[in-house]
């Protein structure tokens, strides 16, 4: 809905004249409705309007409260409705407020324990005069972006890097402890960038300034709502009901509501189950769902994606891939300093935005989330061993293993629980399982660049959030604090905004995700199926083609001809993460060679499963250093 900058000194009377100016024009553009500058002594803000809804429209930013509070807004409230019956206002006053108007005076109320009541997609910054005291907070998932930078007189902060690097003349450093966990493909830090000077606010976290010190506050975690005896019944309903809530709230705008729709299970669920919502008259407008399509490739959705079609009477857009220009990804890193958007985002997503752009449409809702959040996991078998829940434990095991002796497949599923609670490579593999730590050894960074960047102790990562119990929640909550969403996430949401398009994720729902982390495992997947509480939701509501697929396609093959086409352009001895000793280009090249001879052979068969991502992460950076750094 916009993008926020500012800047607060500790002691100096004002802010220097043409500072703010020069932040501002420093920004990516995304906001398509004005920029406003505020000043007030030593501190300044900057908000870039984008609106994105009915409220937006006439709001003016910062919002300033009886207190003298000044507060800016970057993304939306889910829970608009429940905050002002906590204030007591009646619909009237509801009507006309903006959603940062009623973050404010919640904080007005509650202090800064009013972050815990509020739901949605969320970046916010409050400058309080008398205290000379700033706070940055952001909501747990983390989508709109919050980085700032502290020099021990001045705290400036903004949606992104570039603002503050250019806006305030930064040296270009560089953190190498960031870059190697990107280049080794366990990227884990929760609050530094890939610039030495420049922190991002946690994904569910604050940082608060005050009498010169600054505090960093992890306000999110638990407890969670335990599901466990619940039934799966039970289960289907509450996602249901849950379900249509950020269904309403994501849908909530001021013009179309258009739905990217792949024809896989997630797409397809906001897409026909958001239509339904507009049929019985819950939302005010129905998603217009917007598709691509490959012809000929191997991750063609075209025949689920028509079943969706002709299930709901619709006609989808249809757009194609956006090929992937080297000259366009060096254009983007060098104006947005974001690493060059993947090929996969260019295949799925690129097209819709500029169809949406070339017709003003400035909503897209996504299926993003559903296999986070729903896909279903073993991760609580330990859980269920430690609880003595062993009948629990067994029956879904059972499942797993329908062909074996009763037996045999008790003994199996025991010895699977069991192995976390001994081994340490296991226990960290379900705790944190989007690390993948059993994949073979990261061979390809060079040594003496993983011992100076400490890069073993830094794949530890952060202690436990409070509250978060077991192994399952502790899995789950991997998502919540997902530390890649910065690395791909961001660009792809920046240059959909920068296209004039807001990004919403459902499935991503403050409400519904805190259920996710409670439900019970036993109930979310089976040997057959994942997703199973989603499926049952959904019975009725999707083709069945749909409901019951449990393919899943597989953006590979341009990301392939991407890599192609950059090891075209620039010998790998020339790479600069190889130039630099980080990495082994020998080997980087020895990773992709079978991706390259499956593609060449037709993209049939069997996909290759060494290694591939570190590959993309070389080629990109390579082209980062020399357009956003300059080196």
Known sequence: MSAIAGVIFRQAERVPRGLLDAMAAAALPRGS??????EDGPAGLIRFAHHTTVEAQA????FIGPSGAVLLFDGRLDNREEIAALLGWGNGILAAAADGALALAWFERRGRDFIHDLAGDFAIAIHEPGRRRLSLLRSPLGWRPLVWTWNGERLAFATDARTLIVGLGMDRRLNEGALAELLSGRFVTQTETFWAAIERVEQGGAVILEDGRIERWRWHGGPFEDWTDRSFDDHVAQFSELFDQ????????????SAQLSGGLDSSTVVCRGTELFRAGRVARAPQAISARFPGEPHDETLWSRAVEDHLGIEAEVTGSVPFSVDEAERWAAESFY?????????TFAGAIHRLEATGRRVLLTGEGGDDWLNGSLAHWPDLLLRGRWGDLVRHGRSFWPDNPAALSAAKTLVSAARPLILPRYRQAVRHPALDWRNPATDWIRPEWSARTDLRDRWRGPSPRPGVRGFAQQSRYTVYSHAMRSIVAEGACAYAES???????????????????GAAGNHLRD??????????????TLPEIVRTRTTKAMFVGHSVDAIDALFRRRATKDLLPVQFGWVDGARIEELHAPFAAWRRNGSTGALPTQPWGPVWS??????????????
């Not at 057959?528 to 959904?538: C, E, G, N, P, S």
Request: aromatic residues 6%; proline residues 6%.
């Open 33 to 38: 409705d004005g920029t406003t500058l505020w």
């Open 59 to 62: 709001e003016r930013q910062p």
């Open 246 to 257: 950020a269904l309403i709230a994501t849908s909530r705008s001021n013009g179309p509501v």
């Open 339 to 347: 690493l060059p958007l993947r090929p996969n985002v260019l295949d």
């Open 499 to 517: 296209k004039g398009v807001e990004i919403r994720h459902p499935f991503h729902d403050a409400r519904l995700t805190r259920f996710c982390m």
């Open 527 to 540: 040997k057959t199926y994942r997703k199973r509480i989603l499926r049952a939701a959904t019975h009725g």
């Open 618 to 631: 070389v080629l990109a950076l390579d082209i980062w250093l020399r357009q956003a750094v300059g080196l």
